[in-house]
């Protein structure tokens, strides 16, 4: 199984700021990484898929970027309704797995 | 539109068998390239897949799970059911049925709103 790992688990930010998380897989996933924003209570939300590729109605602040093991994502100028727990996953081939998930915090 | 709706029971004991049902609508579960899939998530913790179906029958699951998991399709019904035996208390999770494209690079991109399943007796 491909293991993903995330980081950092937690990150404290303000409003407009520029935040960066990071994924890294234990082998090479291509650029088969997807990015989601889960709220309390509520569905995960795919924000990029393929590494790069905004989904439709994501705000463009989100964009990500990385290929093969490693693996970013970028939130431009944060906004309050961005303060959520963010999580990678590969599809490269299934088992599909997930990182351990940031959680995105109100400085 | 696309949705995706989970049912089953809120409360298991230690050792039976879960079943889950997720009844679809907006897509067909027989049209070429439609997979349905099954993620997990126990209470404060991260997110974690256990299967997949794919439109031909095919079928996909979580290594460490494998052996407890089974999934299948009513395409008449437009239901995609997981089964998990043996129910354990770490077993309590919310569990999401979500709609996917087939090979590398798909991904969930409709989800269901989940049930949460607690195990205890």
């Known amino acids: 199984d491909i293991q993903m790992t995330q980081s950092p688990s937690s990150l404290s930010a303000s409003v407009g700021d520029t935040v960066t998380i990071t994924c890294r897989a234990s082998?090479?996933?291509?650029?088969?990484l997807n990015w989601y924003q889960q709220k309390p209570g509520k569905a995960p939300k795919v924000l990029i898929y393929?590494?790069?590729n905004l989904q439709s109605g994501v705000p463009s602040r989100f964009s990500g970027s990385g290929s093969g093991t490693d693996f970013t994502l970028t939130i431009s100028s944060l906004q309050p309704e961005d303060f959520a727990t963010y999580y990678c996953?590969?599809?490269?081939?299934?088992?599909?797995?997930f990182g351990q998930g940031t959680k995105l915090e109100i400085k | 539109q696309v949705t995706l709706r989970e049912s089953g029971p809120a409360l298991v004991k230690p050792t039976q068998t879960l079943t889950l049902t997720c009844t679809v609508s907006?897509?067909?579960?027989?049209?070429?390239?439609?997979?349905v899939t099954w993620i997990r998530q126990p209470p404060g913790k991260a997110l974690e897949w256990l299967a997949r179906?794919?439109?031909?029958?095919?079928?996909y699951y979580s290594t460490s799970l494998k052996t407890r998991l089974t999934i299948s399709k009513d395409t008449s019904k437009n239901q995609v059911v997981l089964t998990m035996t043996n129910m354990d208390p770490m077993d309590t999770a919310t569990y999401y049925c979500?709609?996917?494209?087939?090979?590398?690079?798909?991904?969930?991109?409709?989800w269901g709103q989940g049930t949460l399943v607690t195990v205890s007796s």
């Open positions: 979500a709609r996917m494209g087939y090979g590398s690079g798909s991904y969930p991109d409709y």
């Open positions: 907006g897509f067909s579960l027989s049209t070429s390239a439609m997979c």
């Open positions: 179906i794919d439109w031909d029958d095919d079928k």
């Open positions: 082998q090479s996933s291509s650029n088969y």
């Open positions: 393929a590494a790069s």
């Open positions: 996953q590969q599809s490269y081939n299934t088992p599909y797995t």
